[in-house]
T-cell receptor
């Protein structure tokens, strides 16, 4: 069975501090990993996916198959980064459906 | 492109009534997904449809729930004889086949169902 775990429901940092949102997964195969973000009163939107290897809004995430992790990182958090972040997984055996973690609410304080 | 549209945004039903949730995918998208988010939980996959076909319904409850995506018109998620446990946010997403890995899913704003 595939599973995504985000161990922190809440994360609070100060502006300018580094931030790391943790994501661990279990999947017997080669998964695709995603980070989605939901800003206040807005819809869920894709932030980045591991196969793109892009940096979006200063965020990066590296897939570590040994540790089965896909942590989201940003070196200097901004107040506008405050949002709900969801890690998600998709796999060959599951087709296009996404398995989501429970989400981490990030608050960046001034 | 207006994005994925869902209506209604809020729906209140009494126990035993029927709930119909609608989803209009983005222009050019032929794949639709439905997810449910119970309070304090993440989104859980329910069903994946293409036009006139159910591709994967492994996340749908066996009873009272059904989904369709007709040739014309929006996708409909139908819940018969609602119970309080059906109270949740229901999200629709759409995609178009890219041929490269998992298609990017674009989400609607959700329908918040409350069962009294």
């Amino acid at each position: 069975a595939q599973r995504v775990t985000q161990p922190e429901k809440l994360l609070s940092v100060f502006k300018g501090a580094p931030v790391e949102l943790k994501c661990n997964y279990s999947y017997s195969g080669s998964p695709e990993l995603f980070w989605y973000v939901q800003y206040s009163r807005q819809r869920l939107q894709l932030l980045l996916r591991h196969i793109s290897r892009e940096s979006i809004k200063g965020f990066t995430a590296d897939l570590n198959k040994g540790e089965t992790s896909f942590h989201l990182k940003k070196p200097f958090a901004q107040e506008e980064d405050s949002a709900m972040y969801y890690c998600a997984l998709s796999g060959y055996t599951s087709g296009s459906r996404l398995t989501f973690g429970e989400g981490t609410q990030l608050t960046v304080n001034p | 492109n207006a994005g994925v549209m869902q209506n209604p945004r809020h729906l209140v039903r009494r126990r035993g009534q029927e709930a119909r949730l609608r989803c209009s995918p983005m222009k050019g998208h032929s794949h639709v997904y439905w997810y449910r988010q119970l309070p304090e939980e993440g989104l859980k996959f329910m069903v994946y449809l293409q036009k006139e076909n159910i591709i994967d319904e492994s996340g749908m409850p066996k009873e009272r729930f059904s989904a369709e995506f007709p040739k014309e018109g929006p996708s409909i998620l139908r819940i018969q004889q609602v119970v309080r446990g059906d109270s949740a946010a229901y999200f629709c997403a759409s995609s178009r086949p890219s041929g490269e890995g998992t298609d990017t899913q674009y989400f609607g704003p959700g329908t918040r169902l409350t069962v009294l």
